[in-house]
């Protein structure tokens, strides 16, 4: 199902609408919203501007309950919860009166990918604007019935009032009309004193049922007569499997094997003999593709690969000034795993020539073009809803085994079909974040600032998301077999393999060069936070170097260089709630700082450590870490501290233990032993975030904000404590088990 007219089908009921009266403010609302892209309505904010219409976002039932629409998704985030306070607290209504519904290609607007910490910045601004719409257009419904002025009116609790008696619920208020009418951009939104929900913490919608056991995730799905599946493939991508699929067909328990060229799925009742049935599969032989080059020895071997350089900024203020000291430094990362606690899933079902495919991936929309084309069927036919998953943030396998489970589906015609791969199959498969090296050179001058600035970074794509068949392993299985789409970079100003390589500092001259390599003998693709995790690593340990050599306080010669006001404003308050200038180093313990803008247009975060390296033992402790954020007009402050919490403690993960096997041919890493992540006795002792809420101001992305500077602040204060500079990620190495 797709389109208006599928929305309309599938939901039934009355869809609000009012005929476009000239606009009234009501008494208690003030503010305007933010410009929006020029898209269909360029006068309109967020994503309202590409789906103007408000019956795409907003549904009032007979009985008060209001749907909202969003084409992003639940990944964890706790942008379920910010999306309803906005849509509750422009509207009037209870929070427990809002019904989410998320990512459903037949049901909700195209809003892409939900990636890049734009959730908020997208469509919750055109969610905040479009309640605010119908609020105003329900009051002025409500002002014609009664035969006075909007201005006279107020709302409360999902009803329009009078002041002296008469009360129109919205329900009643929507029974005669259509919301099939175009958002008007000159509707303000709630005076910041006349909000009860934005920006205050409002316990998670999402987090009941997944503390109590309920079904939350794909995983968790069950329909009548539903069969499970799972994909036979070599041990890791690059290679290829060639069992003998007649002893499969023999196997207690496999009632079915699919096989479409040289993709292969067994099928049964149940999942045990199937995991069973892999294992024996998984003996048989297999074989390199001949199509993958071998892996150059990293990080090294990335200096070597085909190379597309870009000059993506060059600036020369002040060409004359004259440096007294020159640094270098070079920064890398490994290969890194997404790590998501739970394999991939989906849930496919192909009846009456439609496909519906239940699937945790974060991009429902593009998934379905390219579903559609693994099965030569025309993408109306095709319909991809989102569950939530085992949590992700990039681009795992969910994808793959969406169109895994299609493919199965179709072969199986009335029949839900459930696939899961296993954890072996997840961390050969699935795409990795890209190995990536930073050179940094900088003069200082004899007052000891910054004179010049060359950043050059090197990396694969960020993004091999699929758009079409080719980029789902399937499509290479297949007969005939799909291309991938040709890699290519991000653009700034979001950047991939660059984003953040550009300082936000003020350097009278730098030059800053990103070399795309095409060539990926790893499959890869987005991992959090894309380029940002290492090129903030070499910006702000460099930073921290630079100030060394120049004899001055870290977080002083941060402020010296910078001419933002919203910056300097985090810095100072995070260096303020740490204690930054009354710390006392201790033998093998030392504090570290950095900051970024998360794509120099999203969120402000600083972050400062308290790091105690044990000698011997392979292992560090953080004593204490402590953030200030900064994003904008703050939905959530605790959803917010949520997010940089949460992505303090993955890049602590990252920075300090993880990295994925080669051995030049294959991946050598398939489960937690030989790839664990950080441990509970790693993770740190105190974690305290502070948010600076400016209301008003645009939402600015925060879930990827802190992995950039956590993992900066990591490498100063092991540096600190140890007087050694560490550059090479993994920085401790490897995570031992803890006993």
């Known amino acids: 199902m797709s389109g208006e007219a599928s929305r309309r089908d599938v939901l039934g009921g009355l869809l609000v609408a009012f005929s476009l009266a000239p606009s009234t403010a009501l008494s208690q609302t003030g503010g305007e919203g933010s410009g929006g892209p020029p898209t269909i309505a360029p006068d309109l904010p967020g994503t309202l501007a590409k789906f103007p219409d408000l019956d795409a976002w907003i549904r009032i039932a007979p009985d008060g309950r209001v749907t909202v629409f969003t084409g992003k998704v639940e990944l964890s985030t706790g942008v379920k919860t910010a999306m309803a306070q906005l849509a509750a607290d422009e509207l009037d209504v209870a929070i427990d009166r809002i019904d989410l519904i998320t990512g459903d290609t037949g ?62 619920t919205y329900a009643g208020l929507a029974a005669s009309t259509s919301l099939a009418v175009r958002a008007r951009a000159d509707v303000p ?270 990396s694969n794509t960020h993004s091999t998301r ?97 001419d933002d006001p919203r910056a300097a404003a985090v810095i100072r308050q995070a260096a303020a709630r740490s204690g930054w200038a009354r710390y006392r180093s201790a033998p093998n313990r030392g504090r570290g700082f950095a900051f970024a803008r998360y794509k120099n247009h999203g969120a402000y975060c600083a972050i400062a450590l308290d790091v105690e390296r044990i000698p011997d033992e392979g292992r560090l402790i953080v004593h204490r870490a402590v953030a200030a954020v900064d994003s904008g007009e703050a939905v959530n402050p605790d959803g917010i501290r949520n997010q940089v919490e949460g992505g303090i403690v993955q890049s602590l993960s990252w920075t300090a233990f993880e990295a994925a096997g080669h051995d030049g041919a294959r991946r050598t890493d398939y489960d937690w032993s030989t790839y664990p992540i950080l441990r509970f006795a790693d993770a740190p002792r105190s974690v305290k975030v502070e948010v600076i809420d400016r209301p008003g101001t645009p939402f600015l992305g925060t879930g990827e904000c802190a992995q950039g500077p956590t993992a900066a602040a990591l490498a100063n204060a092991l540096a600190s404590a140890t007087g050694e500079r560490l550059r090479n990620m993994p920085l401790i190495g490897r995570s031992l088990p803890q006993t």
């Open 107 to 168: 049901l909700t607007p195209n809003e892409g990918v939900t990636a890049g910490s734009q959730t908020l910045e997208q469509s919750g601004t055109a969610i905040a604007n479009a309640a605010a719409n119908v609020r105003l257009l329900l009051a002025e419904a409500a002002a014609t019935r009664w035969g006075v002025a909007a201005t006279t009116l107020f709302t409360r609790d999902g009803a329009v009032l009078d002041g002296q008696g008469r009360r129109a």
């Open 189 to 458: 939104r709630k005076r910041r004193e006349a909000r009860r929900l934005i920006g205050r913490p409002v316990p998670r919608v999402d987090l009941p049922a997944k503390l109590t056991g309920l079904p939350s995730y794909v995983h968790d799905m069950r329909l009548p007569g539903m069969v499970h599946a799972r994909v036979l493939r070599g041990p890791s991508s690059g290679t290829q499997l060639t069992p003998d699929l007649s002893v499969l067909r023999r196997r207690p328990g496999v009632a079915r094997v699919v096989q479409v060229g040289r993709f292969a799925a067994i099928v049964g009742p149940h999942e045990w003999p199937l995991e069973q049935a892999l294992r024996v599969a998984n003996r048989g032989l297999w074989v390199r593709d001949p199509s993958v080059p071998a892996l150059f020895p990293m990080p090294a071997g990335l200096l070597d690969m085909r190379r597309e350089s870009q000059v993506i900024d060059n600036r020369r203020d002040d060409p004359e000034a004259r440096g007294v000291q020159q640094l270098s430094a070079r920064y890398d990362r490994p290969y890194l795993m997404h790590g998501a606690i739970g394999p991939t899933c989906a849930v496919a079902l192909f009846a009456e020539d439609r496909l519906t495919v239940w699937t945790h991936s974060q991009g429902v929309e593009p998934l379905r073009q390219a579903i559609a084309e693994l099965l030569a069927i025309p993408a109306d036919r095709v319909r991809c809803v989102h569950r939530e998953g085992a949590g992700c943030y990039g681009h795992n396998g969910a994808d793959d085994v969406a169109g895994d489970a299609a493919l199965i589906a179709r072969a199986m015609p009335g029949v839900p079909v459930r696939l899961q791969w296993s954890r072996e199959q997840e961390y050969g498969w699935e795409p990795l974040g890209p190995a990536m090296l930073a050179q940094v050179d900088a003069t200082l001058d004899a007052s000891g600032r910054i004179v010049d600035w060359r950043h050059q970074v090197w």
């Open 466 to 562: 699929p758009v079409a068949a080719g980029d789902l392993l399937a499509g290479a299985e297949v007969v005939s077999s799909f291309k991938p789409t040709p890699p290519k970079p991000i653009p700034q100003p979001n950047g991939g393999g660059d984003r953040n390589a550009i300082p936000l500092y003020r350097f009278p001259n730098q030059t800053i060069v990103s070399h795309f390599l095409p060539d990926m003998p790893v499959r890869v693709s987005a991992l959090r936070g894309l380029g940002a995790h290492l090129n903030i690593f070499a910006l702000e340990s460099f930073m921290d170097e630079l100030s060394a050599a120049a004899g001055q306080d870290p977080v002083a010669f941060l402020l010296a260089h910078l």
